[in-house]
């Protein structure tokens, strides 16, 4: 199960709704701004997800395709959450320049 929350600018919740395996379990949306023929790239695949493919992967993706400085999605819940890349710092050679 996966929970979104669609955001405005200044904080008001404007949409919820969660989503399982077996697809929408439950919306509040009366502005209607959740589209569900948009394909996002899923966080675990990278490859173009559509609603009616993997609703749950779909959903969790949202935050992707919902950024921008009118509304955001947030994953507010998630049964199977995306695992923290864990990085290590990079380390860079000193090099100089030729003629320096």
């Given amino acids: 199960m ?4 669609f955001h405005t600018a200044e904080g008001e919740v404007v949409a919820t709704m969660a989503v399982a ?3 929408l379990e439950k919306i509040e949306d009366p502005q209607s701004v959740v589209d569900f ?5 899923g966080v675990h695949t990278g490859k173009a ?4 493919d993997d609703s ?8 992707r395709a919902y950024r921008n400085p009118y509304l ?6 998630d049964d199977n959450p995306v695992s923290p890349v864990d990085q290590k710092p990079m380390e860079i050679e ?3 320049l030729v003629g320096a």
Avoid at 2 to 5: A, F, G, P
Avoid at 72 to 77: G, L, M, Q, T
């Fill in 49 to 52: 997800v559509a609603f009616d």
């Fill in 94 to 96: 000193e090099r100089h």
């Fill in 72 to 77: 955001f999605a947030v994953v507010v819940d």
């Fill in 21 to 23: 395996a077996s697809g």
């Fill in 2 to 5: 996966v929970k979104v929350e």
């Fill in 37 to 41: 023929t948009v394909n996002v790239i």
């Fill in 56 to 63: 749950e992967e779909w959903a969790r993706s949202l935050p």
